[in-house]
T-cell receptor, first 115, second 118 residues
């Protein structure tokens, strides 16, 4: 089954404790992206990757890191989480390659709480 | 910078009726793509419909259709014969490929929460 998976689905952590949220897709998509969803703000793009070793900042990259060493994986790293990073996080992928259809396929989301 | 505005935070509609969700965007570009995504209580994001800006014909997917007004920068979603399963948050999204770098970013609106009433 074609899908985007994220782990963990729920995470409660404390301020300053490094964490990684994994994202994997099995559709051979070139484009992958991370979003955070907050009430009243919609989805905001954190980072995106056009292909292996090619990443770029979205609109809210501060406090986050990403890497794309393999085409299928795109982990999100919070080196020193803070309470303002409490949010619902989504990973998404898209075929990319410079052509339509461009629509994104989303993972199930990760609910992160930083205390 | 591109922006996407959804001016209706919440809406409700009776089952079997028709409802229209509004979305406006701001861009100086000519070639771009627009999407509507649905997020039911399960939180899963599901593509509802997409529209290429260079196409004048409005996109349609079963009970879902759009009214794309390029000059007015408007991209509304019409849901016909509303069903209880349509209850969800709906997000409008804009994407513009960057010709020089080949990269692209997505801009989402703040969402409209739709409740279908029995």
């Amino acid at each position: 089954e074609a899908q985007v998976t994220q782990n963990p689905r729920y995470l409660i952590t404390v301020t300053g404790k490094k964490l990684t949220v994994t994202c994997s897709q099995n559709m051979n998509h070139e484009y992958m992206s991370w979003y955070r969803q907050d009430p009243g703000l919609g989805l905001r793009q954190i980072y995106y990757s056009m292909n292996v070793e090619v990443t770029d900042k979205g609109d809210v990259p501060e406090g986050y890191k990403v890497s794309r060493k393999e085409k299928r994986n795109f982990p999100l790293i919070l080196e020193s989480p803070s309470p303002n990073q409490t949010s619902l996080y989504f990973c998404a992928s898209s075929p990319g390659g410079g052509g339509f259809p461009y629509e994104q396929y989303f993972g199930p989301g990760t609910r992160l709480t930083v205390t | 910078a591109q922006t996407v505005t959804q001016s209706q935070p919440e809406m409700s509609v009776q089952e079997a009726e028709t409802v229209t969700l509004s979305c406006t965007y701001d861009t100086s570009e000519n070639n771009y793509y627009l999407f509507w995504y649905k997020q039911p209580p399960s939180r899963q994001m599901i593509l509802v419909i997409r529209q290429e800006a260079y196409k004048q014909q409005n996109a349609t997917e079963n009970r879902f259709s759009v009214n794309f007004q390029k000059a007015a920068k408007s991209f509304s979603l019409k849901i016909s014969d509303s069903q209880l399963g349509d209850t969800a948050m709906y997000f409008c999204a804009f994407m513009k490929p960057r010709r020089t770098s080949g990269t692209y970013k997505y801009i989402f609106g703040t969402g409209t929460r739709l409740k279908v009433l029995a």
